[in-house]
């Protein structure tokens, strides 16, 4: 039997501490403690799950196979190298780190030191997603939403970072192709960046994508929608469903259509136009992929988000920052 993996948790706020919970319930994992440079944090999360208190990071990382950061994005880089030159494989919470340099820097790290690295881009791992898995995904268009109420926990990190980059990720993941062009704009309103922030990515397949990010909203939104030759594709990842209206020639299709909504009698054949459900698995996001992480760490195979994936997203959304702020310049 393959020993359980021993990990440990870097910083225990409120995400850190989500991230202990989903530890402490994997039977792969044998979850050896936490560190906090706040020690009354660090005490009372590692009581709750009945694991070690580490008095410093340097001690927890002498115990562990790997560790989960879920520290600010400022501290990613220091902590991580720390744990790659140590051989210690490293998940690391989205953003990856704070700039591209930092970020290419732990690429090679992970190479040179064959320790695998896991971004933590959740939304990946969202139901409503996993769920369109069957589907030949080729987008041409994507216009995605991601608006949030103010929350001045997070108002020290500019809205690319914080929200934008989930959407940037996903669609770098369904997008084969490498960006062209980034057109984007953005408004400091309640804080000293941006609080709303619309890009528009061009790839050189001619995709585009139609990006805003908003934590001013009077309601929370987190929808992508995706058209692509005989598709349209709907995401609500808050509600974690999807909709599929697409056209088919088959009676197979057909048959396996949430309904039936009509004909195209145009062109050289009639299709028939579809409207799919497809079936949503209960899915803990976060838990998910951090199980994905140990089975990584386990076996041979890639982690599914790895730090290129990571350093890619980055870098789109530092392009998509430095754009906003030489518009501000000009204004």
């Known amino acids: 039997m393959t020993p359980r993996v021993k990990i440990g948790v870097v910083g225990v706020g409120h995400l850190g501490s989500l991230h202990a919970k989903m530890l402490s319930e994997m039977q792969d994992v044998e979850f050896i403690g936490v560190y906090d440079i706040d020690a009354e944090k660090n005490m009372a999360v590692a009581q709750e799950f009945g694991v070690k208190p580490y008095l410093t990071y340097d001690e927890l990382l002498e115990g562990v196979e790997a560790i989960s950061i879920a520290t600010p994005t400022s501290t990613h880089f220091g902590i991580a190298a720390k744990a790659l030159e140590k051989k210690v494989h490293t998940f690391i919470e989205k953003p990856l780190t704070e700039t591209v340099d930092e970020a290419e820097q732990l690429v090679r790290l992970s190479k040179q030191k064959n320790a695998k690295v896991q971004v933590g881009h959740v939304e990946r791992f969202n139901p409503a997603l996993l769920a369109l898995e069957k589907y030949h995904l080729n987008p041409m268009f994507i216009e995605s939403h991601r608006l949030a109420q103010f929350n001045p926990r997070g108002s020290d990190v500019p809205v690319v970072l914080d929200l934008m980059i989930h959407d940037i990720d996903i669609i770098l993941s369904l997008v084969n192709s490498p960006v062209e062009s980034i057109e984007a704009n953005g408004v400091a309103v309640v804080s000293d960046s941006a609080d709303i922030a619309n890009a528009r990515i061009k790839f050189k397949n001619g995709c585009v994508a139609n990006v805003t990010a908003s934590r001013i909203s009077q309601r929370k939104m987190r929808k992508m929608r995706l058209f692509q030759p005989n598709a349209y594709i709907s995401v609500d990842f808050s509600e974690g469903t999807a909709e599929v209206f697409r056209l088919v020639d088959d009676a197979d299709g057909i048959a396996k259509a949430t309904m039936l909504l009509g004909q195209i009698d145009a062109g050289t054949r009639k299709r028939n136009i579809v409207y799919e459900q497809p079936e949503i698995k209960e899915v803990n996001a976060l838990k998910y992929e951090l199980e994905l992480f ?38």
């Open 294 to 331: 140990v089975k990584a760490i386990r076996g041979d195979g890639e982690p599914v988000v790895t730090a290129e994936e990571g350093k890619r997203a980055l870098e789109v959304a530092q392009d998509i920052m430095e754009k906003i702020r030489a518009q501000k310049v000009r204004l």
